[in-house]
Protein backbone atom coordinates (compact mmCIF):
# COMPACT_ATOMS: atom_id res chain seq x y z
CA UNK A 1 0.00 0.00 0.00
CA UNK A 2 2.72 2.16 0.97
CA UNK A 3 5.00 2.03 -2.19
CA UNK A 4 1.73 1.69 -4.07
CA UNK A 5 1.55 5.77 -2.96
CA UNK A 6 5.08 6.18 -2.89
CA UNK A 7 5.00 5.42 -6.39
CA UNK A 8 1.92 7.43 -7.35
CA UNK A 9 3.93 10.65 -5.84
CA UNK A 10 6.61 9.43 -7.67
CA UNK A 11 4.66 9.69 -10.90
CA UNK A 12 2.87 12.97 -9.90
CA UNK A 13 6.25 14.39 -9.32
CA UNK A 14 7.64 13.16 -12.35
CA UNK A 15 4.49 14.75 -14.51
CA UNK A 16 5.02 17.89 -12.54
CA UNK A 17 8.98 17.75 -13.53
CA UNK A 18 8.19 16.96 -17.30
CA UNK A 19 5.61 20.02 -17.77
CA UNK A 20 7.90 22.31 -16.36
CA UNK A 21 10.44 20.95 -19.43
CA UNK A 22 7.69 22.33 -22.09
CA UNK A 23 9.17 24.58 -23.98
CA UNK A 24 6.68 27.79 -24.41
CA UNK A 25 6.12 28.53 -28.29
CA UNK A 26 8.59 29.81 -30.38
CA UNK A 27 6.87 31.14 -33.77
CA UNK A 28 4.84 34.31 -32.89
CA UNK A 29 1.23 34.25 -32.67
CA UNK A 30 0.49 36.26 -36.10
CA UNK A 31 -2.17 38.57 -36.12
CA UNK A 32 -4.24 38.70 -38.95
CA UNK A 33 -4.12 34.62 -39.98
CA UNK A 34 -7.65 34.76 -40.52
CA UNK A 35 -7.43 36.80 -44.25
CA UNK A 36 -4.50 34.83 -45.11
CA UNK A 37 -5.35 32.99 -48.43
CA UNK A 38 -6.70 29.15 -48.05
CA UNK A 39 -3.96 26.67 -49.83
CA UNK A 40 -5.23 23.76 -48.72
CA UNK A 41 -8.16 21.64 -46.89
CA UNK A 42 -6.71 18.75 -45.52
CA UNK A 43 -7.45 17.18 -42.57
CA UNK A 44 -6.53 15.38 -38.66
CA UNK A 45 -6.99 11.77 -39.45
CA UNK A 46 -9.34 10.13 -36.94
CA UNK A 47 -7.46 7.55 -34.34
CA UNK A 48 -9.20 4.76 -36.18
CA UNK A 49 -8.07 5.12 -39.45
CA UNK A 50 -6.61 2.46 -40.91
CA UNK A 51 -3.58 3.22 -43.72
CA UNK A 52 -2.61 1.23 -46.40
CA UNK A 53 0.22 -1.54 -45.11
CA UNK A 54 2.58 0.91 -47.89
CA UNK A 55 1.92 3.98 -46.13
CA UNK A 56 5.48 6.01 -45.70
CA UNK A 57 6.30 6.36 -42.10
CA UNK A 58 6.44 10.01 -42.27
CA UNK A 59 2.65 9.38 -43.02
CA UNK A 60 1.81 6.82 -40.17
CA UNK A 61 3.92 9.29 -37.47
CA UNK A 62 1.86 12.20 -38.64
CA UNK A 63 -1.21 10.77 -38.47
CA UNK A 64 -0.26 9.28 -35.07
CA UNK A 65 0.89 12.02 -33.49
CA UNK A 66 -2.56 14.14 -33.76
CA UNK A 67 -4.45 11.49 -33.41
CA UNK A 68 -6.02 12.44 -30.15
CA UNK A 69 -7.35 15.33 -31.65
CA UNK A 70 -11.35 16.04 -31.01
CA UNK A 71 -11.25 13.14 -29.19
CA UNK A 72 -10.04 10.88 -31.70
CA UNK A 73 -13.09 12.20 -33.76
CA UNK A 74 -10.35 13.99 -36.53
CA UNK A 75 -10.73 17.61 -37.70
CA UNK A 76 -10.62 19.85 -41.02
CA UNK A 77 -7.56 20.75 -41.35
CA UNK A 78 -7.28 24.27 -42.97
CA UNK A 79 -3.20 25.62 -44.29
CA UNK A 80 -3.31 29.69 -44.67
CA UNK A 81 -0.10 31.55 -45.88
CA UNK A 82 1.02 34.53 -45.20
CA UNK A 83 0.07 36.19 -48.63
CA UNK A 84 3.60 37.79 -49.15
CA UNK A 85 4.98 34.50 -48.51
CA UNK A 86 2.57 32.52 -50.95
CA UNK A 87 5.20 32.41 -54.27
CA UNK A 88 7.62 31.22 -51.22
CA UNK A 89 5.73 28.32 -49.66
CA UNK A 90 4.98 27.13 -53.10
CA UNK A 91 8.55 26.16 -53.85
CA UNK A 92 9.16 25.56 -50.51
CA UNK A 93 11.37 28.44 -49.77
CA UNK A 94 13.94 30.12 -49.40
CA UNK A 95 11.80 32.24 -47.05
CA UNK A 96 12.41 35.32 -45.88
CA UNK A 97 11.56 36.01 -42.12
CA UNK A 98 8.36 36.65 -40.21
CA UNK A 99 5.73 34.10 -40.14
CA UNK A 100 5.03 31.96 -43.02
CA UNK A 101 2.12 29.76 -42.62
CA UNK A 102 -1.00 28.79 -39.82
CA UNK A 103 -2.73 25.17 -40.29
CA UNK A 104 -5.98 25.73 -37.97
CA UNK A 105 -7.31 22.62 -36.42
CA UNK A 106 -10.76 23.33 -36.76
CA UNK A 107 -12.60 21.64 -34.02
CA UNK A 108 -10.23 21.80 -31.43
CA UNK A 109 -9.40 25.65 -32.41
CA UNK A 110 -5.49 24.86 -32.53
CA UNK A 111 -3.56 27.22 -34.67
CA UNK A 112 -0.23 25.80 -35.54
CA UNK A 113 2.37 28.47 -36.39
CA UNK A 114 5.48 27.85 -38.61
CA UNK A 115 7.58 31.17 -38.93
CA UNK A 116 11.46 31.99 -40.53
CA UNK A 117 13.93 33.50 -38.93
CA UNK A 118 16.97 33.91 -40.88
CA UNK A 119 16.25 30.49 -42.72
CA UNK A 120 15.42 28.94 -40.25
CA UNK A 121 11.85 27.47 -39.57
CA UNK A 122 10.46 27.95 -35.87
CA UNK A 123 7.30 26.65 -34.49
CA UNK A 124 4.31 27.51 -32.48
CA UNK A 125 0.94 26.22 -30.91
CA UNK A 126 -2.16 29.13 -30.31
CA UNK A 127 -5.72 28.94 -29.67
CA UNK A 128 -7.76 31.34 -31.85
CA UNK A 129 -6.96 34.17 -29.66
CA UNK A 130 -3.81 33.81 -29.45
CA UNK A 131 -3.23 32.13 -26.33
CA UNK A 132 -0.23 29.99 -26.30
CA UNK A 133 -1.53 26.70 -26.01
CA UNK A 134 2.20 24.39 -26.57
CA UNK A 135 2.35 23.30 -22.74
CA UNK A 136 -1.04 22.00 -22.88
CA UNK A 137 -0.11 18.70 -24.90
CA UNK A 138 3.32 17.22 -25.65
CA UNK A 139 2.68 16.79 -29.67
CA UNK A 140 2.25 21.06 -29.21
CA UNK A 141 5.69 21.34 -28.00
CA UNK A 142 8.17 23.20 -30.57
CA UNK A 143 10.59 20.83 -30.38
CA UNK A 144 7.97 17.91 -31.31
CA UNK A 145 7.21 19.69 -34.05
CA UNK A 146 10.68 19.98 -35.28
CA UNK A 147 11.45 16.40 -35.01
CA UNK A 148 8.92 15.91 -37.67
CA UNK A 149 8.97 19.09 -40.26
CA UNK A 150 12.81 19.48 -39.80
CA UNK A 151 13.81 15.67 -39.26
CA UNK A 152 11.58 14.63 -42.83
CA UNK A 153 14.04 16.74 -45.27
CA UNK A 154 13.15 14.76 -48.44
CA UNK A 155 9.57 16.21 -47.62
CA UNK A 156 9.34 19.04 -45.89
CA UNK A 157 12.01 21.52 -47.55
CA UNK A 158 12.73 24.22 -45.47
CA UNK A 159 10.08 23.29 -42.48
CA UNK A 160 7.48 23.26 -44.56
CA UNK A 161 5.39 20.05 -45.66
CA UNK A 162 2.10 20.16 -47.10
CA UNK A 163 2.61 20.35 -50.79
CA UNK A 164 3.98 16.83 -51.83
CA UNK A 165 1.66 15.18 -48.76
CA UNK A 166 -1.55 16.37 -51.36
CA UNK A 167 -0.37 13.46 -53.75
CA UNK A 168 -0.82 10.94 -51.06
CA UNK A 169 -3.75 11.79 -49.64
CA UNK A 170 -5.03 11.94 -53.13
CA UNK A 171 -4.05 8.89 -53.81
CA UNK A 172 -6.63 7.72 -51.31
C1 LIG B 1 4.64 13.81 -37.32
C2 LIG B 1 4.79 14.87 -38.27
C3 LIG B 1 4.39 16.29 -37.95
C4 LIG B 1 4.50 16.95 -36.76
C5 LIG B 1 4.99 16.42 -35.43
C6 LIG B 1 4.03 18.29 -36.99
N1 LIG B 1 3.66 18.44 -38.28
FE1 LIG B 1 3.06 20.18 -39.17
N2 LIG B 1 2.68 19.17 -40.85
C7 LIG B 1 2.89 17.84 -41.06
C8 LIG B 1 2.31 17.45 -42.33
C9 LIG B 1 2.32 16.05 -42.92
C10 LIG B 1 1.74 18.61 -42.88
C11 LIG B 1 0.97 18.72 -44.17
C12 LIG B 1 -0.47 18.39 -43.86
C13 LIG B 1 -1.30 18.25 -45.08
O1 LIG B 1 -0.84 18.51 -46.17
O2 LIG B 1 -2.45 17.84 -44.92
C14 LIG B 1 2.01 19.68 -41.92
C15 LIG B 1 1.64 20.99 -42.13
C16 LIG B 1 1.91 22.02 -41.26
C17 LIG B 1 1.65 23.43 -41.55
C18 LIG B 1 1.14 23.99 -42.84
C19 LIG B 1 2.33 24.53 -43.64
C20 LIG B 1 3.20 23.47 -44.23
O3 LIG B 1 3.08 23.19 -45.41
O4 LIG B 1 4.07 22.92 -43.51
C21 LIG B 1 2.01 24.12 -40.43
C22 LIG B 1 1.93 25.62 -40.22
C23 LIG B 1 2.48 23.15 -39.46
N3 LIG B 1 2.41 21.89 -40.00
C24 LIG B 1 2.94 23.48 -38.20
C25 LIG B 1 3.26 22.52 -37.24
C26 LIG B 1 3.52 22.83 -35.86
C27 LIG B 1 3.51 24.22 -35.25
C28 LIG B 1 3.77 21.64 -35.24
C29 LIG B 1 4.02 21.36 -33.78
C30 LIG B 1 3.07 21.87 -32.82
C31 LIG B 1 3.70 20.60 -36.25
N4 LIG B 1 3.38 21.18 -37.44
C32 LIG B 1 3.97 19.26 -36.01
C33 LIG B 1 3.54 16.98 -40.22
C34 LIG B 1 3.85 17.24 -38.90
Redesign the pocket.
Known amino acids: MLDRRRAGVTALLLSVVSMGAFAA ?1 M ?1 SYPDGWQDWPV ?2 E ?2 NLPADTVLPPDTSL ?2 Q ?2 V ?3 SWINNGQGSP ?1 T ?1 R ?1 NPSKLEQ ?1 KT ?1 GPYTDGP ?4 ISEVDGIV ?3 EHIGGLAI ?3 YDREGKDV ?1 HTHP ?4 S ?6 TT ?1 QD ?2 IN ?5 P ?2 GV ?1 KDK
Open positions: SAVKSQFIESRAYLIVYHTAVAWVTYGSSSLEPFCQSCHYICGTCAEVLY
